[in-house]
């Protein structure tokens, strides 16, 4: 069983624009929802992360939105720059070890 | 500071050989965790260990293997290698184990079986 579904698989974007990438999880237990950004041949970096306490959370262009209801959450990149181009994944965490998302390329077009 | 170290950054083996790859945590970081990435995929857990014992372990055959030395270093395992093995190695490493804590990742090991 899956226990993050994440969305879209890939991702083609205007510079400027909006690059939205959603996940579901299934298990409440989870506590701790990172987003993690990789580039070829790299490790993934941690980008942001929330806990369920509360609904958003924003660091400069990059804002977590969290559905605990809807058992959701999303990574909103606003303004888009080519240099985003790279994979995001989502995870879950908690007193589990952490699963990660399957993973969404993101491309931006300058 | 120096970030999560890994060793070698490329290996090639051939199937049955076995393999070692090691990982130095960030400083003060005590926890460290093991994934494999296949292209295209997310990481999936391996191990994770805290203070030198082992925490959690994922769903993997016998033949993988790790430990954490006194100055929290660590090694994995591979034995009896697969083609099936062949991925990118992570290592991270957090200040706590559990999967509530920012984990940092290396740049990872590329694994070759041919």
Redesign the interface.
């Known amino acids: 069983q899956q226990q993050v579904k994440q969305s879209p698989q890939s991702l083609i974007v205007q510079k400027g624009g909006i690059s939205i990438i959603n996940c579901a999880y299934e298990n409440t237990a989870f506590d701790y929802f990172p987003w993690y950004q990789q580039f070829p041949g790299k490790g993934p970096a941690l980008l942001i992360a929330i806990r369920p306490d509360v609904s958003e959370k924003k660091e400069g262009r990059f804002t977590i939105s969290f559905n605990k209801s809807a058992k959701q959450f999303s990574l909103h990149i606003m303004d888009s720059q080519p240099g985003d181009s790279a994979t995001y994944f989502c995870a879950v965490g908690g007193s589990y070890i952490p699963t990660f998302g399957r993973g969404t390329s993101l491309i931006v077009h300058p | 500071d120096a970030g999560?170290t890994q060793s070698p950054t490329h290996l090639i083996k051939t199937r049955g050989q076995q393999v070692t790859l090691r990982c130095s945590p960030i400083s003060g970081h005590k926890s460290v965790?093991w994934y494999q990435q296949v292209l295209?995929?997310?990481?999936?857990?391996i191990f994770?260990y805290y203070e030198k014992e082992e925490r959690?372990r994922?769903n993997f055959p016998d033949r993988f293997s790790a430990r954490q030395f006194p100055n929290y270093s660590s090694e994995l395992n591979v034995n009896a290698l697969l083609l099936g093995d062949s991925a990118l190695y992570?290592c991270?490493s957090s200040l706590q184990p559990?999967?509530?804590?920012?984990?940092?990742?290396?740049?990872?090991t590329r694994l070759t079986v041919t």
């Open positions: 999560v965790s295209g995929q997310g990481p999936q857990f994770q959690g994922g992570l991270a559990s999967g509530r804590y920012e984990q940092y990742f290396g740049p990872g």
